[in-house]
């Protein structure tokens, strides 16, 4: 009897899973990264336009911090790889590169910190880095050690180079140790895209979701509209896969904004902001912040965009595909202050090189209210008012998106 209560009650054990309970990334992170823009940027004395040192972190979180960035909820400011020296020390810690950090990390974390900012940094789970420094397999409790001594609040842990078994134990492993450093840090895992596009196997998002508050699941960006086009398309394809397992602590993460690399027209940075946001993806820049454009930077500060990427909820916009390359995004809100029910975001993205036309009645998508009033998302004019019975024609431009936050009235 007593071994089958202790059956039973383990059983439960088991099937109440609860996922990563850091209490952080409970709205996706926001921020900047090294790797899109500055890659591995060594090699300072020849090329000063991309050099990864202390100078430019420091001068992210100036900008951060002076130019309404951080208001806005930009937070993390995260050095990615090629940081540290080529060895370890006697004491087998990583030694931040001499030259480029030469007052170590520790001093980077401080100054961001007085910014009010928070500060990230990177390793992989093999014997080194994609590209080459050393990695963190054999260390994991020294690193993290030294990472919590840093006081780093974010890391990135890549994949590359591991088989397919350890990276579906070590990122667990690595999970616990950063866990007992007794410093909190957002657990960033690179995990489900090496097993699905470097192992060609299924990954168990269940897992991923209960040891790591967000992962990538598709290639790198690069800068290109062909970049953002591709990945837009591969979370329309693979919705139905994630969107159970994204939301408040656990985000799936389509990789850096490309926005201050001058690679988009403006109206398809509009889409690249609009999907994200419908996404509830991390926000996180990369590029030389004194390259973004003023309509990017009206973009990344527009308000009632953050507040769709933002929302407390955390849900995961639905796409409906329309027509061949224009799909319908749909994602609801938690009720504002005083509203009894959820309002809802509508973006109408358009992928083609031609004008779309579209009529779609907003009330088929699960609208609980019978009258909403319609406020585009990026002129911020409150164009009509929306009841359930209503059928709305939309004229989508090339490579462009109309947004509409509907609240209910
Ligand atoms: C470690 O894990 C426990 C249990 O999930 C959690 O309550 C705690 O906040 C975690 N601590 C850190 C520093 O992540
Ligand atoms: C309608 O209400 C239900 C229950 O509160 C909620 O889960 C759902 O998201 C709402 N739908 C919309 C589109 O707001
Ligand atoms: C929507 O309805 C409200 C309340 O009836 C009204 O005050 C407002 O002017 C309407 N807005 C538009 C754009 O028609």
């Not at 993390?76 to 990583?94: F, H, N, V």
């Not at 656990?250 to 690249?272: A, C, E, K, Y």
Request: proline share 5%; glycine share 6%.
């Amino acid at each position: 009897m007593v071994v089958r209560v202790f059956f039973l009650l383990c059983i439960l054990c088991f099937t109440i899973v609860r996922n990563l309970d850091n209490g952080l990334a409970r709205k996706p992170p926001m921020g900047w990264m090294s790797w899109g823009y500055y890659m591995c940027g060594v090699n300072c004395k020849n090329d000063k336009q991309k050099c990864l040192d202390e100078k430019l972190i420091l001068s992210v979180a100036d900008r951060f911090y002076e130019d309404g960035y951080q208001e806005a909820g930009y937070e993390y400011i995260i050095i990615d790889d090629c940081w540290s020296q080529k060895e370890r020390d006697r004491l087998g810690r990583l030694v931040p590169d001499k030259e480029r950090f030469p007052h170590g990390m520790k001093y980077i974390a401080d100054y961001i910190h007085k910014r009010g900012l928070k500060f990230g940094m990177y390793t992989n789970i093999a014997d080194v880095t994609c590209m080459g420094y050393p990695g963190s397999r054999e260390h994991f409790r020294t690193d993290a050690k030294m990472f919590a001594e840093w006081e780093v609040d974010y890391l990135k842990v890549d994949g590359c180079f591991v088989t397919e078994d350890y990276l579906n134990t070590a990122y667990i492993k690595l999970g616990m140790h950063l866990n007992a450093t007794g410093r909190p840090m957002v657990y960033s895992c690179s995990w489900p895209y090496y097993i699905e596009f470097i192992h060609n196997k299924k990954p168990d998002y269940r897992s991923v979701a209960k040891n790591c508050n967000m992962w990538r699941n598709y290639h790198d960006v690069v800068t290109s509209w062909h970049a953002i086009k591709s990945i837009i398309t591969h979370y329309q394809v693979i919705y139905e896969e994630l969107y159970e397992y994204h939301g408040p602590g656990q985000w799936n993460d389509p990789d850096m904004l490309i926005f201050g690399t001058g690679s988009l027209t403006d109206s398809q940075r509009r889409v690249h902001m609009a999907v994200y946001a419908m996404l509830a993806s991390p926000l996180l820049l990369s590029c030389d912040m004194n390259k973004i454009t003023p309509y990017e930077k009206e973009l990344l500060l527009n308000l009632d965009l953050l507040a769709i990427a933002q929302d407390p909820l955390g849900i995961m916009g639905r796409p409906y595909a329309l027509q061949p390359l224009l799909t319908l995004w749909v994602k609801p809100h938690l009720p504002r202050k005083g509203d009894k029910y959820h309002s809802v975001s509508f973006a109408l993205v358009n992928l083609d090189e031609r004008e779309h036309s579209v009529s779609f009645a907003p009330g088929q998508y699960g609208l609980n209210s019978t009258d909403y009033t319609a406020m585009d998302v990026f002129t911020k004019v409150f164009t009509r008012n929306v009841t359930l019975k209503d059928t709305l024609l939309v004229k989508i431009p090339p490579e462009d998106v109309i947004m509409y936050t509907l609240f209910p009235l």
